[in-house]
């Protein structure tokens, strides 16, 4: 197939990744025909699914606007996709202009994409790597120009850790950011599980093993683990529509459909 100019040259084009599938469900146009065909499967096990991308992207939105509300001005979103509306640096800058936003991403395209979006804020980048390489991002050249670790930072893990295998030790690669970060920092989970429909999940789990970042959903017990250091906000980790809708017509008959769960903890 013909190259798309946004695509860089290198990339593997037959084998679908969870960063191009996620913007397909969302309406984007960053994804080839395998991200697509992907999706489409998934969406014969799970019909819902775009509904369920739709909910997860909700609730970054609501937590930015609620950590701009609480004061932080620093954002770090690892795992931050191919961007598409609702991006970190728009909602915290539209709220706070001073706001100072870094993505982190493993695939190549989310980062290429999101630097001609970026091109021309000078208060928010971009950089390409693995969250199981956490120190390399925390002391990346572009992560330290930007952001000032004594201060408090939120930390955006939202659809990422459950793409990080057991093997990984997420809740360990969690910690050692945790620890890096100053007293009064964020965290801001969006992570999936298999507690509500657990046939479905384990379909969608096996297929995604075709990818290069496979399904590791996980349940509510091992979802707050990751907040092990943070005091959760209120109402702590919850099914993704849950976590303070801006109104009652934005929660579903059945939250727990979203197969998502949400929450946000502070740093003591």
Known sequence: MDQPDWAPESIDTERPTAARVYDYLLGGSHNFAADRDMAHKAMIMMPDLVLQAQANRAFLSRAVSYLVDAGVRQFLDIGSGIPTRGNVHEVAQKGAPDSRVVYVDIDPIAVSHSRQILR??????????????????????????????????????????????????????????????APGSYLAIGHGTHDSRPLESKELSQLSKGTATSLAPRPLSEVERFFTGFTLVDPGVVWAPLWRPESSDEVPDNPADSSNYAGVGRKP
């Open 120 to 181: 021309g804020n000078d208060q928010a980048t971009v950089i390409q790597e693995d969250l199981r390489n956490a120190e390399a991002i925390l002391d990346h050249a572009d992560v330290q120009a930007m952001l000032d670790f004594e201060k408090p930072v939120a930390l955006l893990l939202v659809a990422v850790l459950h793409v990080i295998p057991d093997a990984d030790d997420p809740h360990a690669i969690v910690a050692r950011l945790r620890d890096r970060l």
